[in-house]
């Protein structure tokens, strides 16, 4: 659910805006589905790798072909160390959203994943000297209430391990590194990048930091064409196509107007995760998704008429 804003794009207008952005959320909404049901014994890491890699090759040749090269070398050359600290807060959190998603399951990994990254981003403005505001401190209490009834919800599993916790945190982990990414996303912005060209940098420097664990690690799922289509269907549709349609939105809708509509990512999500995967949430589960979206609801609604 990115929030860097995206410039040098043709402006649609609002209601074709709104269903660019609609349109990008549900295929990030996917990326959960897609692993636990096309790559079920992939390391989250692989899938994460292969995503990268892929997505951001084919978008990064697709913009240099656009005539876009001037923007993604003016952020190489005037915020290097935004381009580093990008790449390596993405690909935490793609680590730690694929890893919360097989230990919890899709509807929770992705609603803590997401439901947390507001609030992470509103405390490091807020370290940073900048009061995010009410609205943030409302929002922020409803998601730690929301992580700590799934906290408290996990269940014991083998060996003394507790999987419900573990994936938990690391949902809280890359909720963290989203909040990270999207800070200094704005750096990349600042030195020139639209969003299409910070995204193809981030996801190809990602799938390269990626690279030795795609070249060693066990990539037996491509090898079927439910593995290929898979692969295919997270670089092409979740990545290169979700980022060039979210950028096609942004640049006609205000910041809060997108994060609510990034709502339907999580939805599409927990959709997916129940009638397609076949998970279900116990009623504390419920509580805890329900708080989480509020928090964001909190953060993306509308001010003023």
């Known amino acids: 659910m990115p929030t860097d804003v995206a410039h040098g794009v043709a402006r649609p207008g609002r209601r074709a805006a709104t269903w660019s952005v609609l349109a990008a959320a549900t295929l990030w909404g996917t990326i959960g589905t897609a692993q636990e049901l096309g790559a079920p014994t992939a390391a989250p890491a692989t899938v994460a790798g292969g995503r990268s890699l892929g997505g951001g090759v084919i978008l990064l040749l697709v913009l240099v072909a656009a005539g876009r090269w001037p923007r993604i070398r003016a952020a190489l050359v ?38 947390s990254a507001p609030a992470w981003a509103g405390l490091f403005a807020l370290l940073a000297g900048r009061r995010p505001g009410a609205r943030w401190v409302v929002a922020t209490v409803a998601t730690i209430a929301g992580a700590a009834v799934l906290l408290a919800d996990g269940g014991a599993g083998d060996a003394g391990q507790d999987p419900g916790t573990f ?55 491509v090898a079927s064409p439910t593995g290929i289509g898979t692969a295919l269907w997270l670089a092409i549709g979740t990545t290169a196509l979700g980022y060039v349609l979210f950028a096609r939105g942004l640049v006609a809708l205000d910041a809060p107007t997108v994060t609510t509509l990034t709502l339907a990512e999580p939805l599409a999500a927990t959709i997916l995760a129940v009638v397609v995967v076949g998970e279900r949430l116990a009623w504390t589960g419920w509580i805890g998704a329900a708080l989480l979206i509020l928090g964001l609801l909190v953060i993306g609604v509308r001010r003023g008429p």
């Open 167 to 221: 994936g938990i945190l690391a949902g809280l982990v890359a909720g963290a590194a989203y909040g990270t990414y999207t800070t200094v996303s704005v750096r990349l912005v600042s030195a020139g990048a639209d969003g299409s060209s910070a995204v193809a940098l981030t996801f190809t420097g990602s799938g390269l930091l990626l690279l030795p664990v795609l070249v060693t690690g066990d990539l037996a799922w």
């Open 78 to 115: 005037g915020a290097p160390w935004a381009v580093v600290a990008a790449v390596v807060s993405i690909t935490v959190f793609q680590l730690g959203y694929l890893t919360g998603v097989r230990a919890v399951g899709v509807a929770l990994g992705t609603l803590v994943a997401i439901g």
